[in-house]
């Protein structure tokens, strides 16, 4: 038959006939047409279209379309049948019709240019927001003097942070940089030099810090700058004071998803024009943007261990010697510890927070661009616009600020004034249950008060219809993206089982909002075990509190699974095959899903940055002994914020499962492209892997201890001062002394800052070691992938430790959380100073690091530990190539 030579460029259509042998009525061979394009250099295209005519009977049917694939730079092909059969009793003759049209890259620059400009204008509208919130009047001068210290004290504690975090990430570039550049080059990395890829992946890296610093640092900034505006507006007014605190929130989902997308989009862009098309590929560009994941995950880790750190010895040792030693209120003028517990809100739950998101956010795009690359360079027919899927998680990003920006707009809640019967349930405190009426404050100057907390609206009601009009609107906009980016002519059924794969995560992150509300709200079965426990001391209210937290791991654990499982299979039903038609679609299926349950993040973000703003909102209102009316409504806030926090941590631990199963997968995919064959199976009977699967797990008991046991040696020291202030100045309890808040501060800083270097140094050397070592045991013993197998094995059960311990510790520390609140609130319970309450005290002080320390950094170190064996598994693999000095070596 005739092969046909086309320029790229060009325009041009040839027809040619097939001539095929055969007798009438008797079955016609296959046809298989091959197509070779010449765009600067010959390349020879893969058989893409093998239309089988061996139909029995042919008579005279006609096939009206036919669409072929295309190949990535060269341009779309298509071809028809556009004759009937004509047959004698000898031949068949078949017309088809071939035309070369624009290059397949070119659309791709409009979605980019979508995602840069939307990131630039909600950048642009964080802006806008922050000029709102500031604009807002700071309030009276006893709200400044509170206000002003924690702003300093987290301030300080930040700036300290992350200049030690600098001083640990200028050491690990520098490593970085010189294990690429000593490593030999394999067949599969760019066609640039070794020194150039060595430099891209460690830039990539010190932006990634520098954007999770930075992202920390919006989220302290703003809430420093609300917590007093939103006390001065609860003076005049409910709405006003929620208003600004969800605002405020807003800011910093915006500004962090912002960040995150914007510098994945630019770096990926600057690299795709720089680099000339011939010499790289998008995918082996995201393959080097991969050390920006890396950068925000080692930043995030020290952000998050120190800030969790902080926040949870100051918290132990104010409420240790506080409410149970002095019997003082939480957040009592008179405690030392005062202002260091309320400093630490912000640097652990909104800078550390706000980094942790950050980096879930950027290493789910990432590994889902990683995973569409290899999905496009594997198609056969291969997919049109290939670009298009890379794409994908950055619009559907875009798409979600989008949602967020109207759902803030729906929480709204009816003012003071507006109020009607307290006969309306929507002013329950506790809703559904039984101990509802037991539920007003204790405080009998809360009789005295104009309104009652329990007729206020309920701002989780407020809150939640906000999250489902953001949910409604991401979803609709990620179904026409979609059809907009994943459809295909050649696999039709693609973009809508992808999208429900994207319904599938979001489904998924509803079920870990509910699970989590199930385990750790006063008005379900496990807290009011917790409770009931209390009746008979701490060690009972221990006992039962570590059974709920076990209990907790099932739920999430069955959601998770059947997440994974059914988008994996429905990925896979795309049709979207390989050149042997193996279908290759499920694990973008699993990618997209995680796509979908991330969609909603800066709306999450919003929410969890919103509680800490109204906890220090609250103790600015004691603070400055506020009237009682005022202290209700931050009160009301700061009892929701405890709830949106506690939901963002069940949310971000859903996601970073899904995300390391990603990142999982994006590194076997890695490994299988660099050593040229299958690598998917990680056989745990081999005792090497077994063995680095045992050092995983153990890494996250050891890390879990390390940080426990930094929190207990922090905290100690707070208990020594606070205890030393109170003997050698007892004018502080008669209101007749200043303590001095500002020596706890520094001490807390100093030992937390301290105490975050050893475990995650430790989470950093032990999956680079045992890649290494394996990789020695394997070029000794004749196996020159061991090393990656080894590292998959010790990543595999890392991972699912990780998941479970921080289950555990999350809805334990949760669940212990609010049986404390409830003994406070309830009457019947016996109110604070209880034997109850105290009991209840010592299990939600067990519980502080749990779910503020130990938890939040365990999912933390879960995305880590994938981000550096993606980054540097190439490095565990003994093969053959040239090195920075052009010799050919083996690596």
Not at 249 to 274: E, W
Not at 278 to 301: W, Y
Not at 812 to 818: L, M, Q, S, T
Request: hydrophobic share 45%; glycine share 10%.
């Amino acid at each position: 038959m005739e092969a046909v030579t086309l320029e790229a460029s060009t325009k041009y259509s040839k027809s040619l006939v097939v001539q095929v042998l055969g007798e009438l009525g008797n079955p016609v061979p296959n046809v298989t047409v091959y197509f070779y394009a010449t765009p600067k250099s010959n390349y020879k295209m893969k058989p893409y279209f093998s239309p089988s005519i061996a139909k029995s009977g042919i008579d005279g049917r006609v096939f009206t379309s036919l669409t072929a694939g295309n190949t990535p730079g060269v341009g779309s092909i298509s071809a028809s049948l556009n004759s009937k059969l004509k047959y004698t009793n000898d031949t068949t003759a078949v017309s088809f019709s071939y035309t070369v049209t624009a290059p397949v890259y070119g659309e791709a620059w409009g979605q980019i240019s979508f995602v840069i400009v939307s990131c630039l204008l909600s950048m642009v509208g964080a802006f806008f927001i922050a000029v709102y919130v500031m604009r807002k009047n700071r309030g009276t001068s006893a709200m400044i003097a509170v206000a002003d210290p924690i702003k300093e004290g987290a301030s300080g504690f930040l700036k300290t942070q992350y200049l030690a975090i600098g001083g640990i990430t200028i050491p690990v570039a520098f490593l970085l940089f010189g294990l690429y550049l000593l490593r030999s080059k394999s067949s599969t990395d760019p066609d640039i030099h070794i020194a150039a890829i060595a430099a891209i992946v460690t830039i990539s890296f010190l932006i990634g810090v520098l954007f999770s610093g930075l992202s920390g640092f919006v989220g302290m900034f703003v809430s420093v700058n609300a917590n007093s505006r939103v006390t001065n507006a609860a003076t005049r007014s409910y709405r006003e004071a929620l208003n600004i605190a969800m605002r405020s929130g807003a800011f910093v989902g915006f500004l962090v998803v912002s960040l995150s997308v914007l510098g994945v989009i630019v770096l990926f862009s600057i690299l795709y024009l720089a680099i000339p098309k011939e010499m790289i590929t998008p995918t082996q560009i995201v393959g080097m943007i991969v050390g920006f994941s890396f950068g925000c995950s080692l930043s995030a880790l020290f952000a998050q261990l120190g800030g969790g750190i902080f926040t949870k010895a100051a918290d132990v040792g104010a409420d240790l010697v506080g409410k149970v030693e002095q019997n003082i209120p939480e957040d009592d003028i008179r405690n030392p510890a005062v202002i260091a517990d309320l400093v630490g809100d912000n640097v652990g739950d909104c800078a550390g927070r706000g980094s942790d998101l950050f980096e879930s956010i950027s290493a789910e795009n990432i590994g889902v661009m990683i995973l569409a690359g290899t999905l496009t360079s594997n198609a056969f027919p291969q997919i049109s616009t290939p670009l298009s899927y890379i794409i994908f998680p950055l619009v559907v990003h875009v798409c979600g600020m989008i949602g967020t920006w109207v759902g803030m707009f729906f929480v709204r809640v009816r003012d003071v004034t507006e109020m009607g019967s307290a006969g309306d349930d929507s002013y329950s405190l506790i809703r559904n249950t039984e101990l509802s009426e037991t539920t007003l404050m204790e405080n009998e100057e809360n009789e005295e008060s104009s309104i009652r907390q329990e007729f206020l609206d309920d701002p989780m009601k407020a809150l939640n219809r906000g999250f489902y009009v953001s949910v409604l609107v991401t979803t609709c906009l990620f179904v026409v993206c979609s059809y907009w980016l994943l459809r295909s002519d050649v696999y039709p059924n693609a973009w809508w089982k992808f999208m429900l794969c994207g319904l599938i995560g979001v489904l998924t992150s509803f079920a870990f909002v509910f699970i989590t509300i199930y385990y750790t709200d006063f008005n379900w079965r496990p807290v009011k075990e917790i409770i009931e426990s209390s009746k008979s001391g701490p060690a009972t209210n221990i006992i039962s509190g570590i059974a709920v937290g076990l209990e907790s791991t099932g739920a999430p654990v069955f959601v998770i699974c059947v997440a994974i499982l059914s988008s994996y299979y429905l990925g896979k039903s795309s049709g979207i095959t390989d050149e042997n038609g193996l279908p290759i679609g499920g694990l973008f299926g699993t990618a997209v899903a995680t796509i979908g349950m991330l969609s909603s993040s800066s709306y999450i973000l919003a929410m969890d940055t919103l509680g800490p703003i109204v906890d220090n909102a609250g103790g600015i209102a004691e603070m400055s002994q506020l009237p009682a009316n005022v202290r209700m409504i931050t009160d009301r806030l700061d009892a929701v914020g405890n709830t949106t926090k506690a939901l963002t941590k069940g949310y971000a631990i859903g996601s970073a499962a899904l995300a390391a199963f990603l990142l999982f997968s994006a590194f076997l995919d890695t490994v299988e492209a660099y050593i040229g064959t299958s690598f998917k199976v990680v056989n745990l009977a081999v005792p090497e892997v077994f063995v680095g699967g045992l050092i995983g797990a153990c890494l996250v008991f050891v890390f879990s201890s390390l940080t426990m046991r930094a929190v207990g040696t922090t905290a100690q020291t707070v208990i020594e001062e606070v205890r030393k202030q109170f003997q050698e100045m007892p004018g502080i309890l008669e209101f007749r002394e200043k303590p001095n808040y500002e020596r706890c501060v520094a001490i807390v800083t100093r030992a937390s800052l301290i105490q975050m270097i050893f475990p995650g140094l430790l989470s950093v050397l032990v999956p680079v070691l045992v890649g290494f070592i394996f990789k020695g045991v394997g070029a000794a013993v004749g196996q020159p992938n061991l090393g990656a197998e080894v590292s998959a094995g010790f990543l595999m059960v890392a991972t699912i430790t990780c998941i479970l311990m921080a289950l555990f510790f999350n809805n334990a520390g949760g669940a212990w959380d609010n049986a404390k609140k409830l003994t406070e609130m309830d009457k019947v319970l016996g109110g604070k100073g209880s034997a109850i309450h105290k009991a209840a005290v010592i299990g939600d002080t067990i519980g502080d690091p749990f779910k503020d320390t130990t938890g939040p950094s365990i999912h933390v170190l879960c995305k880590l530990l994938a981000t550096i064996t993606l980054v540097v598994g190439p490095l565990y693999l003994n093969y053959t190539g040239t090195n920075l000095f052009n010799t050919t070596t083996t690596a």
